[in-house]
Nanobody
Framework: VQLQACGGGLVQAGDSLRLSCAAS?????????????LAWFRQTPGKEREFVGA????????YYADSVKGRFTISRDNAKNTVYLQMNSLKPEDTAIYFC???????????????????WGQGTLVTVSS
């Protein structure tokens, strides 16, 4: 599956932003979008990619990093092959490049691991000014 993230930008602290990640179903495996668990990660220069949130493929169960819990919401629209990240009450420390990711074999113990995801979008930059 190919992923295309968008929606990043420059906002002020306290503002909201919604990221989108559209997926094409073109894949050698022939798997459809709904069979993938989806996640958002973020990365700043010199640091490892950090888990933000994930949504499982069947149950729709969501998981969040403690740093964004209560402020960010991940959702998916299988009819549109799109996953969203609604970010509220943004803080300067949320500044990062945000990546969407898809994986078909995730379990609860691996959902926060970047190496558990086989497909990645190109990233979209979110900058939060103080």
């Amino acid at each position: 599956v190919q992923l295309q993230a968008c929606g990043g930008g420059l906002v002020q602290a306290g503002d909201s932003l919604r990221l989108s990640c559209a997926a094409s179903e073109r894949a050698a495996s022939g798997r459809s979008f709904r069979t993938y668990s989806l996640a958002w990660f973020r990365q700043t220069p010199g640091k490892e990619r950090e888990f933000v949130g994930a949504i499982f493929r069947n149950s729709g169960t969501t998981y969040y990093a403690d740093s964004v819990k209560g402020r960010f919401t991940i959702s998916r629209d299988n009819a549109k092959n799109t996953v969203y990240l609604q970010m509220n009450s943004l803080k300067p420390e949320d500044t990062a490049i945000y990546f969407c990711a898809a994986g078909s074999t995730l379990i609860q113990s691996t959902v926060t691991r970047a190496d558990a995801y086989a497909y990645w979008g190109q990233g979209t930059l979110v900058t939060v000014s103080s």
